[in-house]
């Protein structure tokens, strides 16, 4: 028998912001309270965005457990503003975030942590995020990939110029290098403008090839006004942070790439050109929503 020895296995936190989707919740909880991590060195903190759904009751299913797991609840603002939310209440140096939609298989949180032993002058680590379609997206030709969130940089680890936030664990001290998540940015680049930060103060950002999960899409995520939405939102936060960060969206180009994407639709009978039609509408949206200084 082993015995484990507590230096051996830092204290972590597992920080996972939501709002009004509590049943893909509980599939993302139910994967993180079966780590293989040792439970008494990790807590699990939901950082509930203003939910109106039964996400509170969801995450009392899983209190007074081993590992721990935490609720907060604040006024929807954003995820931003549920992470820092999060991360006042959060105890490990070491926080490693998850969104909501994912699955994680039991030896994600070690290898997490032992990258971060591994790599002492990374302040950022990822995995891969490996797309899991649980239904199909009808209308498709087959030419054009689903470009749905993921990531997947190879076999090997590597420095990265990002990483996404369904699996990005962060030391405590690069949030108090360069502070707290910025409250104003939404959803798609909302992580990159922290990780942006934190690079021009010289921090680094490693992928861990070892340390992927799954993010899952429902068959109700695959519908295409699912899809459309998505997209369309996707574009506009686009614009805004390009807008900052550069390099900025050219309406022309824009207006290109919708032309071609209907001419795919027509073409081809394949909805991913309105898919990428309506991507560079949002992008177009948001460009209009930046010249007006909204």
């Not at 379609?133 to 054009?144: D, H, P, Q, S, W």
């Not at 993921?150 to 664990?169: C, I, K, S």
């Not at 990780?195 to 950002?205: E, N, P, S, T, Y």
Request: charged share 25%; proline share 5%.
């Amino acid at each position: 028998m082993v015995t484990e020895r507590t230096n051996d296995f830092p204290f972590v936190s597992v920080l996972v912001p939501t709002w009004n989707r509590a049943p893909i919740l509980e599939r993302a909880l139910e994967s993180l309270v079966s780590q293989s991590y040792p439970s008494h060195r990790y807590e699990v903190v939901v950082a509930d965005d203003g939910s109106s759904d039964g996400t509170r009751t969801v995450v009392s299913r899983f209190e007074g457990g081993n590992p721990n797991v935490n609720y907060v609840g604040i006024s929807h603002k954003g995820p931003n503003a549920a992470r820092n939310a999060g991360l006042s209440v959060s105890s490990g140096d070491l926080i490693c975030f998850v969104d909501d939609d994912v699955e994680a298989p039991a030896e994600w949180l070690a290898q997490l942590v032992a990258a971060a032993a591994k790599y002492p002058t990374a302040d950022c680590i990822g995995g891969p995020i490996w797309l899991r379609l649980e239904g199909r997206v009808r209308g498709t030709c087959g030419r054009e990939p689903l470009d749905e969130p993921h990531q997947d940089f190879g076999p090997t680890d590597r420095e990265t110029p990002y990483l996404v936030g369904a699996n990005m664990a962060v030391r405590r001290s690069a949030v108090e290098l360069v502070g707290e998540f910025d409250e104003a940015m939404t959803y798609w680049y909302d992580e990159i403008e922290w990780q942006r930060r934190l690079k021009a103060r010289g921090g680094k950002l490693m992928y861990v090839a070892t340390a992927g999960l799954w993010h899952r899409r429902t068959p109700s995520e695959l519908r295409l006004a699912a899809l459309l939405s998505r997209r369309l939102i996707r574009g506009r936060n686009e614009a805004k942070y390009f807008a900052m960060a550069g390099p900025p969206v050219r309406a022309g180009s824009e207006f290109g790439r919708v032309f071609r994407g209907i001419g795919h639709l027509l073409r081809r009978r394949c909805v991913m050109g309105l898919l990428h039609a309506s991507r560079s509408v949002g992008r177009l949206w948001g460009l209009l929503m930046v010249r007006r200084g909204n």
